[in-house]
Each structure stands twice: as structure tokens, then as C-alpha cells.
């Protein structure tokens, strides 16, 4: 469909918002917002030249007279540039595409929605906007780009002319310098495409990879949309080809659901795992399923994760697939860091998503195990835990308090290079559960049906309380978890004494606990 009056409302970005958000989560400029930025996290700038555009308001977050010309903003400060029906008005566009692209780090994109020439009325023709300087095509850009700049990827080049558009849409991708120029919006689109919502937390997107590396096999393109987190988690995994990191604090639910139904039409197979787990086998305190009684919730909750995952995936009886992969890089350094202890070495995660599994022992754990010569280093937010110390013996530091001093990929490919594993529910068992090294897990809210079922060589310790397994994810300070008189933790794992758990570590490795000097 070409240019309507009639049809025209002027708040052009409003037609392909859902469109650009994946290129602009991280951020960045809206150039030319008038009274509505595309996306709210963006910075908005606009002239200044009027003061309302079709009755409404223009609120631009900074006033900037030229749009070419922006030497407020220091080189590669921004993570991306958004610009809609903006560059057919400036004089010099040659100049302003060169000002934002000077402004985009690498890895960024520039993203151009522009009425097309041919769907919408050209300079002098009868409709024309009066303001119009240029008459653009798609092609014209792209030449402009392919002799202005040296490294990029063409990642988007769709006329839209359908509904009530009559533009076109370009996403350019700043690559490093030495990338050179790639059109792969011309390249051959995959026979079939997935996509993977996760929005959970670190370990659970690794529930996610399994379903990825299924649908991978059977020959799907495979994308995933992740919080923060866990995309860090997926990143390198190459089962996935794209991974969408979707930040917590833009969209609300509302244009959640809208964005998700918008992304689901691009796709052959639509796995949406949002509530997969939460809503069924682990209900929050704002659902009716966390207050019914215990024995009922173990009958309705007392179900695999990864049987349910899969189920939505409708790949039910496929293999688990569940594996962290670390770069080269990453695997090289926690490999030199293996090799500066001696002996066995064994990590240690305390902690997980909440109070509710911290593990009071976890210090004296660490000295029962250095009485038998074996190294123990331990990860990830111990904010839930008391005052941590190294432990020493004869004189030799053999419990070592990493925290979060490492990044976490770092952590987890150090995980897997330790002769041993101790951990609760948390992102590091997660990430060794199907890896060869002897483990020990202590179980908070979940049973051993739930999460540790087919794990490999794995003891899973499930406490005997009485509101064990809880099935239920305990926010608000933990408020409806059975605390433990003597160490304040949650009941269940203030049971798994470090004498339990040292004896199983030291009994998988072969070794004995020697008294102290």
C-alpha cells in the first residue's frame, strides 16, 4: 500500500517498534524522536524547530538543533542508533549517516525507517511533505554505505509497504574494523526457524539448551530470547544462532505478551518456556498453588523440570541435552587456574537465587576437606552467608573464597575442570549435572524427581523435614520458609551437615579425612 492521507498518523516508528526492539535492547539514541520515542529507554533528541507535531506535544530528552552534527556524544559511546523519517528532511544526509555512524561502538547498529520514493509521493508530486529534501530507495543507502564505510553487516533491507507503511527498513550492524562487508539480509534464510523464550534465572536457561540443541539437531535455526543472565550463560552454545538478551525493566507485561505474539508470526516452531517450570511445579507467593497444602503440592509438583521443558517444546522422549559451553578462551584460563592447585580440587556453591539456599556449613565443609589435602574454592553471591575465611592447614591455603570475583562464564569453566562438585540447586550444578565429575547437591525446594533425576554421577541429598521439598520459590525475604533455630537458615539445608557432605566427596574421590594436628 502506498501513501493514504487519510490513513497517515505521522508516528511512523509506532509501526515497527516490535520490529527494531531486539537490535535495541542495550540502548542508545532515538535522532528525530518528535513527541514519542520509539522505545522509552532510548535518549531521545530532536531539533527543537517545532513544538508539537499533530497536536501532541514534543518531549525530546535533549534539544540538539542538527542532527548532523553531534559532538556532544564522544566516538563509539553508543550501543546503537535509531532514526525514523528523519533523514529525507536534512540537507546533508551523507553527513549525518557518517556523524552516527561515527557515534556507534562496534557490535551496534544504525537502524534507518525512511518513506520509500516509490510508496510514497515524491518531491513536487501532489502530497509531498513539503519539508522533504531527498526522495530515498533502499539502494541508495546501501551504496552510500558500501563506499562511506568499511565494516559492516546489512543485517535488514525490507520495503514495507503493507497496512499503513510506505517505508523502508534498513539495520546495519557496525562491525570491528577488518570485518569487512556482508549483505546478509540477501543471504539464503534457513529452511525452518525456532524460537526459545527463557526469561528465568542463570541455571534455567541451561533447561533451555537442551531444547535448543534438540531442535538445533532437527534441523531449525534456533533463536533465544533470554534475560540478562541467562543469555550470558547461552552465549557460545552452538546449538543457538542468535540469542536476544531482553532486559528486565522495559517492557511491561502488557507489551510483553504483544512483543512475544509479534515474534512468534517469524518463526516456524514458537517454544514460549515463560511459566513453564514457575507456573506448574514451582509457584510463586502471587499464585493460589503456593498455599495449598504440602501433600497436595507434592502430588501436582513432584515432575521433572526438564519432562515439563521439553513438553512445551513438544519433543517429549528426545535426549537431554543440557551442557555449558565455554569459549576457548575461557576454558584455556580456568585450565591455568586448575593448574596453580596441586591436589584435587573441588568447587563449592553454596548459594543460589535466595536466601532459601544458602548452606550454613559450607566453612567448616571446606576444613574437613583440607584435613584430607583437597583444595576447595568457592563461588558465586555469598551475600546470604556469614563471614567467609580461607582455610589453612600445615601452613598451605587449601579453601579459597573466589565469590564473584571471577565472571561467571569464567566460574562455570572452572567448574568444569574440578574433580569435584558441591553445590545447591544453583546455576553451577546446573551446569556440571551431566558432566562426569562426582557431585554432591543438596535439594531445597526441588526433589530429586524434579531437577536431579538423570543427573550423572550425582548424590542428591534430600533432607528429612517435614516441608521438604517445598515446591515453591520463596521471595519476600523467604518469609514462608521453615527456618533452622541454630543457624537461621532454610530447614532443609541447615540438615546437610559438612561431615555428610565431605564424607561423599571424599568417598568419590578415594581419599580419607585425617585428623588434625
Same mark, same amino acid.
Given at each position: 500500500?502506498?501513501?493514504?492521507?487519510r490513513?497517515?498518523?505521522?508516528?511512523?516508528?509506532?509501526k515497527?517498534?516490535?520490529e527494531?526492539f531486539?537490535?535495541?535492547?542495550?540502548?542508545?539514541?532515538?535522532?528525530?524522536?518528535g513527541?514519542?520515542?520509539?522505545?522509552?529507554?532510548?535518549?531521545?533528541?530532536?531539533?527543537?524547530?517545532?513544538t508539537?507535531l499533530?497536536?501532541?506535544?514534543?518531549?525530546?530528552?535533549?534539544?540538539?538543533?542538527?542532527?548532523?552534527?553531534?559532538?556532544?556524544?564522544?566516538?563509539?559511546?553508543?550501543?546503537?542508533?535509531?532514526?525514523?523519517?528523519?533523514?529525507?528532511?536534512?540537507?546533508?544526509?551523507?553527513g549525518?549517516?557518517?556523524e552516527?555512524?561515527?557515534?556507534?561502538?562496534?557490535?551496534?547498529?544504525v537502524?534507518?525507517?525512511?518513506?520509500h520514493?516509490?510508496l510514497?509521493?515524491?518531491?513536487?508530486?501532489?502530497?509531498?511533505?513539503?519539508?522533504?529534501?531527498?526522495?530515498?530507495?533502499?539502494?541508495?543507502?546501501?551504496?552510500?554505505c558500501?563506499?562511506?564505510?568499511?565494516?559492516?553487516?546489512?543485517?535488514?533491507?525490507?520495503?514495507r509497504?503493507?497496512?499503513?507503511?510506505?517505508?523502508?527498513?534498513q539495520?546495519?550492524?557496525k562491525?570491528?574494523?577488518?570485518?569487512?562487508?556482508?549483505r546478509?539480509?540477501?543471504?539464503?534464510?534457513?529452511?525452518?526457524?525456532?524460537?526459545?523464550?527463557r526469561?528465568?534465572?542463570?541455571?534455567?536457561?541451561?533447561?533451555?539448551?537442551?531444547?535448543a540443541?534438540?531442535? #538445533?539437531?532437527?534441523?531449525?535455526?534456533?533463536?533465544?530470547?533470554?534475560?540478562?543472565?541467562?543469555?550470558?550463560?547461552?552465549?557460545h552454545?552452538?546449538h543457538?544462532?542468535r540469542?536476544?538478551?531482553?532486559?528486565?525493566?522495559?517492557?511491561?507485561?502488557?507489551?510483553l505478551?504483544?512483543?512475544?505474539? #509479534?515474534?512468534?508470526?517469524?518463526?516456524?516452531?514458537w517454544?514460549?518456556?515463560?511459566?513453564?517450570?514457575?507456573?506448574?511445579l514451582l509457584?510463586?507467593?502471587?499464585?493460589?498453588?503456593?498455599?495449598?497444602?504440602?501433600?497436595?503440592? #507434592?502430588?501436582?509438583?513432584?515432575h521433572?523440570?526438564?519432562?515439563?521443558?521439553?513438553?512445551y517444546?513438544?519433543?517429549?522422549g528426545?535426549?537431554v541435552r543440557?551442557?555449558?559451553?565455554?569459549?576457548?578462551?575461557?576454558?584455556d584460563?580456568?585450565?591455568?587456574?586448575?593448574?596453580?592447585?596441586?591436589g584435587?580440587?573441588?568447587?563449592?556453591?553454596?548459594?543460589?537465587?535466595?536466601?532459601?539456599?544458602?548452606?550454613?556449613?559450607?566453612?567448616?565443609?571446606?576444613?574437613?576437606?583440607?584435613?584430607?589435602?583437597?583444595?576447595?574454592?568457592?563461588v558465586?553471591?555469598l551475600?546470604?552467608?556469614?563471614?567467609?575465611d580461607m582455610?589453612?592447614?600445615?601452613?598451605?591455603?587449601?579453601?579459597h573464597?573466589?565469590?564473584?570475583?571471577?565472571?561467571?562464564?569464567?566460574?562455570?569453566a572452572?567448574?568444569?575442570?574440578?574433580?569435584?562438585?558441591i553445590?545447591?540447586?544453583?546455576?553451577?550444578?546446573?551446569?556440571?549435572?551431566?558432566?562426569?565429575?562426582?557431585?554432591?547437591v543438596?535439594?531445597?525446594?526441588s526433589?530429586?524427581?524434579?531437577?536431579?533425576?538423570?543427573?550423572?554421577?550425582?548424590?542428591?541429598?534430600?533432607?528429612?523435614v517435614?516441608?521438604?521439598?517445598?515446591?515453591?520459590?520463596?521471595?519476600?525475604?523467604?518469609?514462608?520458609?521453615?527456618?533452622?533455630?541454630?543457624?537461621?537458615?532454610?530447614?532443609?539445608?541447615?540438615?546437610?551437615?559438612?561431615?555428610?557432605?565431605?564424607?561423599?566427596?571424599?568417598?568419590?574421590?578415594?581419599?580419607?579425612?585425617?585428623?588434625?594436628?
Open positions: 500500500m502506498t501513501w493514504d492521507p490513513t497517515s498518523s505521522g508516528f511512523e516508528s509506532d515497527i517498534r516490535f527494531v531486539p537490535y535495541l535492547t542495550k540502548g542508545g539514541l532515538d535522532i528525530g524522536c513527541p514519542s520515542k520509539v522505545w522509552a529507554h532510548l535518549i531521545g533528541i530532536d531539533s527543537g524547530k517545532d508539537q499533530f497536536g501532541v506535544r514534543m518531549k525530546p530528552d535533549m534539544v540538539l538543533p542538527d542532527a548532523a552534527n553531534l559532538g556532544i556524544f564522544a566516538t563509539e559511546s553508543m550501543e546503537n542508533v535509531f532514526s525514523s523519517h528523519l533523514l529525507e528532511h536534512i540537507v546533508d544526509w551523507q549525518a549517516l557518517r552516527w555512524w561515527r557515534l556507534v561502538k562496534p557490535g551496534g547498529h537502524i534507518l525507517y525512511l518513506p520514493r516509490d510514497y509521493p515524491r518531491i513536487g508530486q501532489p502530497g509531498a511533505n513539503t519539508d522533504h529534501k531527498h526522495d530515498f530507495e533502499p539502494e541508495q543507502i546501501a551504496d552510500f558500501a563506499l562511506a564505510f568499511a565494516d559492516w553487516t546489512l543485517l535488514e533491507n525490507q520495503t509497504g503493507e497496512g499503513n507503511e510506505y517505508s523502508f527498513l539495520v546495519w550492524r562491525e570491528a574494523a577488518g570485518t569487512g562487508q556482508r546478509a539480509c540477501d543471504e539464503p534464510k534457513p529452511a525452518k526457524t525456532a524460537g526459545i523464550v526469561l528465568g534465572g542463570n541455571g534455567d536457561a541451561l533447561w533451555a539448551a537442551s531444547v540443541a534438540n531442535l #538445533h539437531t532437527a534441523g531449525y535455526a534456533v533463536t533465544v530470547f533470554a534475560g540478562k543472565n541467562g543469555a550470558d550463560v547461552l552465549r552454545d552452538p543457538i544462532d540469542i536476544i538478551d531482553m532486559p528486565g525493566n522495559i517492557l511491561d507485561e502488557s507489551e505478551l504483544a512483543f512475544f505474539a #509479534h515474534q512468534a508470526a517469524h518463526y516456524d516452531k517454544v514460549n518456556l515463560i511459566g513453564s517450570v514457575e507456573g506448574r509457584p510463586h507467593q502471587s499464585v493460589g498453588e503456593f498455599y495449598l497444602p504440602q501433600a497436595v503440592r #507434592h502430588t501436582l509438583m513432584n521433572n523440570y526438564l519432562d515439563m521443558v521439553h513438553g517444546a513438544e519433543i517429549t528426545a535426549p543440557q551442557t555449558f559451553y565455554p569459549s576457548d578462551k575461557e576454558r584460563l580456568a585450565k591455568q587456574l586448575r593448574a596453580d592447585l596441586p584435587p580440587v573441588v568447587l563449592i556453591s553454596p548459594t543460589g537465587s535466595g536466601p532459601f539456599k544458602a548452606w550454613p556449613h559450607a566453612q567448616e565443609c571446606m576444613r574437613l576437606l583440607a584435613l584430607a589435602g583437597v583444595y576447595t574454592v568457592m558465586g553471591d551475600k546470604h552467608l556469614p563471614d567467609l582455610v589453612k592447614v600445615h601452613g598451605i591455603d587449601y579453601g573464597i573466589v565469590g564473584q570475583e571471577w565472571p561467571l562464564r569464567l566460574a562455570l572452572y567448574a568444569l575442570e574440578c574433580d569435584a562438585v553445590a545447591t540447586e544453583s546455576v553451577f550444578a546446573n551446569a556440571v549435572a551431566y558432566e562426569r565429575m562426582p557431585k554432591v543438596m535439594l531445597s525446594h526433589s530429586n524427581e524434579n531437577l536431579t533425576r538423570d543427573w550423572i554421577n550425582t548424590a542428591a541429598l534430600e533432607a528429612p517435614a516441608c521438604h521439598p517445598c515446591h515453591r520459590i520463596h521471595n519476600a525475604g523467604a518469609a514462608f520458609c521453615a527456618k533452622d533455630t541454630n543457624t537461621g537458615a532454610a530447614a532443609c539445608m541447615a540438615h546437610y551437615g559438612p561431615q555428610m557432605v565431605a564424607d561423599l566427596i571424599l568417598q568419590a574421590l578415594g581419599l580419607r579425612q585425617q585428623k588434625a594436628a
